[in-house]
Nanobody
Framework: QVQLVESGGGLVQAGVSLRLSCAAS????????MAWFRQAPGKEREFVAG???????YYADAVRGRFTISRDNAKRTAYLQMTSLKPEDTAVYLC?????????????????WGQGTQVTVSS
């Protein structure tokens, strides 16, 4: 079993940066892929970014060039650096992990989830 705990959300103004963290604990395989999803009120959960154990990344079109996902395997922590934030980035951001070396964009492909952290961007 793996536990994921997100932190770093908050209320910010448009244009600023924010960094989210996701700390993992428990037993994991040696090839865990981690990802960030987000869910806005009344909308479906959507993929934001994913990162393989090896460091390979993939981004949703809506955030590519503005967000950067990274991980520190020694600390078992993944990060999401968000820059040039927009009001449409407002959502609950959730960390997810899957016991595989491939990045998937569908939430059903992920085995473990954090509780989420709220990011609110005001205009």
């Amino acid at each position: 079993q793996v536990q994921l705990v997100e932190s770093g959300g908050g209320l910010v103004q448009a244009g600023v940066s924010l960094r989210l963290s996701c700390a993992a604990s428990g037993r994991t395989s040696s090839s865990v892929t981690m990802a960030w999803f987000r869910q806005a009120p009344g909308k479906e959960r959507e993929f934001v970014a994913g990162i393989r154990w090896s460091g390979g990344t993939y981004y949703a079109d809506a955030v590519r060039g503005r967000f950067t996902i990274s991980r520190d395997n020694a600390k078992r922590t993944a990060y999401l650096q968000m820059t040039s934030l927009k009001p449409e980035d407002t959502a609950v951001y959730l960390c997810a992990a899957r016991e595989s070396s491939t990045i998937k964009t569908m939430s059903t492909e992920y085995d473990y989830w954090g509780q989420g952290t709220q990011v609110t961007v005001s205009s």
